[in-house]
């Protein structure tokens, strides 16, 4: 009779985990389900369940688990950004990889309608952090008005909900303004998309000795 290898906790869930991303990569969150991930990894149904609790609970440590990734790869980036360097492109390819090619966007759709809701925040919060400060030094170097932490917040949610429906929407939603479904015409709608962001976290033509209550009215004219 085959012996089963021992575990840590840790490596059994990084096992589990692993063997879920693959599931949903190839088939969705239709494709993870217990008693096939653990047959993928040679544990028991009890043994991923003790872990997880249930599929639901699987499923949502494993978008959470992804998240952390994906935060952390985008800390990384941002910290090696040079002054007035930002790459939102390279960006771009990193979060799509997430939720377009390995299924997360998918996955997070399936936990709302399924009735979850995501407890966590600041996910991009250290985005937040370079965005605003790259925008600080640019803005004091041209004598113009940088955008406020709040509206760099805004900027960035705006920039993360876009890259979330993408893969759930994006093409539906083109060819409901009329164009062409095909690759060209996708590609050049994400290059339009990145040169609105990167427009937004321009600094305004304004001085930046205008009032702050002034400056706000006027950044929106």
């Known amino acids: 009779m085959e012996q089963r290898v ?11 985990l692993d063997a879920a991303e693959r599931r949903l990569k190839e088939g969705g969150a239709a494709a993870v389900k217990v008693q096939l991930v653990a047959r993928d990894v040679g544990l028991t149904d009890a043994a991923v369940h003790h872990h997880f609790g249930n599929r639901e609970g699987l499923l949502t ?7 952390r990734e994906l935060r952390a790869q985008i800390d990384v980036a941002a910290r090696n950004w040079g002054q007035g360097s930002r790459d939102l492109s390279s960006l771009t390819d990193l979060i799509a990889d997430c939720y377009d090619r390995r299924g997360y966007a998918r996955l997070a759709m399936w ?8 407890k966590g925040s600041g996910m991009l919060s250290g985005l937040v952090d370079a965005l605003y400060q790259d925008g600080e030094i640019a803005a004091r170097e041209s004598g113009l008005v940088p955008p406020t932490r709040t509206e760099t917040q805004f900027i960035v949610a705006l920039f993360h909900m876009v890259q979330v429906a993408e893969p759930l929407f994006g093409e539906g939603m083109r060819r409901s303004a009329g164009l062409p479904n095909d690759e060209a015409s996708r590609d050049q709608f994400r290059a339009w ?4 962001f990167q ?7 304004l001085s930046r000795h205008v009032p702050a209550r002034g400056r706000e009215r006027r950044r929106y004219r």
């Open 6 to 16: 021992r575990h840590s906790a840790d490596e059994a869930k990084r096992m589990i």
């Open 61 to 67: 440590a494993l978008l959470r688990h992804a998240a």
């Open 111 to 118: 936990l709302m309608l399924s009735g979850g809701r995501g």
């Open 193 to 196: 998309l990145l040169n609105v």
């Open 199 to 205: 427009s937004l976290l321009q600094p305004a033509g």
